[in-house]
Antibody, heavy 112, light 106 residues
């Protein structure tokens, strides 16, 4: 069946970096763009941007430029979200999502 | 940027009640609107796409309508398992979510 499986929870210190993975299965990876969505604790959903899985070209929403990088490894049908210079306010659940299918979410906690 | 105004932010209704949530876009988005359901600790689930099309497997008590700037999501008869937060999302331009509506049982 079609699924997106994300990497596990992360606990990081301020200033560190984190890389979240999203492995796709059950469909042709390059047939659908991959979106990334953030949900801070107790808050709503924020669309972070998307990456074209054919070209690797990313598009970032306002507020997600500079420290946020989307990338791919099409050989293993996996998308990545890397966040650098982590801040406490980056604490959130991060979801990958393609049309109609979401990953289970990855909790990133930033705390000293 | 397109803004999505969703209301109410929360509501309380009885089992069997008809529940309506609205979403207003800051500009014409045609019918490029999704509705999602999110239960605590879970990923969002797509219920309605293209404003009024029911995703496969979603109960028929859920429905959506509207086009242009004004959209409505309806649960015709609220069930206990419908307790969740619901979000609209436009995808005419770069996607934007509404603020969410938390639905509780009275």
């Amino acid at each position: 069946q079609v699924q997106l499986v994300q990497s596990g929870s992360e606990l990081k210190k301020p200033g560190a970096s984190v890389k979240v993975s999203c492995k796709a299965s059950g469909y042709t990876f390059t047939s659908y763009a991959m979106n990334w969505v953030r949900q801070a604790p107790g808050q709503g959903l924020e669309w972070m941007g998307w990456i074209n899985t054919n070209t690797g070209n990313p598009t970032y929403a306002q507020g997600f430029t500079g420290r946020f990088v989307f990338s791919l490894d099409t050989s293993v049908s996996t998308a990545y979200l890397q966040i650098s210079s982590l801040k406490a306010e980056d604490t959130a659940v991060y979801y990958c999502a393609r049309e109609g299918v979401w990953g289970q979410g990855t909790l990133v906690t930033v705390s000293s | 940027d397109i803004q999505m105004t969703q209301s109410p932010s929360s509501l309380s209704a009885s089992v069997g009640d008809r529940v309506t949530i609205t979403c207003q876009a800051s500009q014409d988005i045609s019918n490029y609107l999704n509705w999602y359901q999110q239960k605590p600790g879970k990923a969002p689930k797509l219920l309605i796409y293209d404003a009024s099309n029911l995703e496969t497997g979603v109960p028929s008590r859920f429905s959506g309508s509207g086009s242009g700037t004004d959209f409505t999501f309806t649960i015709s008869s609220l069930q206990p398992e419908d307790i969740a937060t619901y979000y609209c999302q436009q995808y005419d331009n770069l996607p934007v979510f509404g603020g969410g509506t938390k639905v509780e049982i009275k």
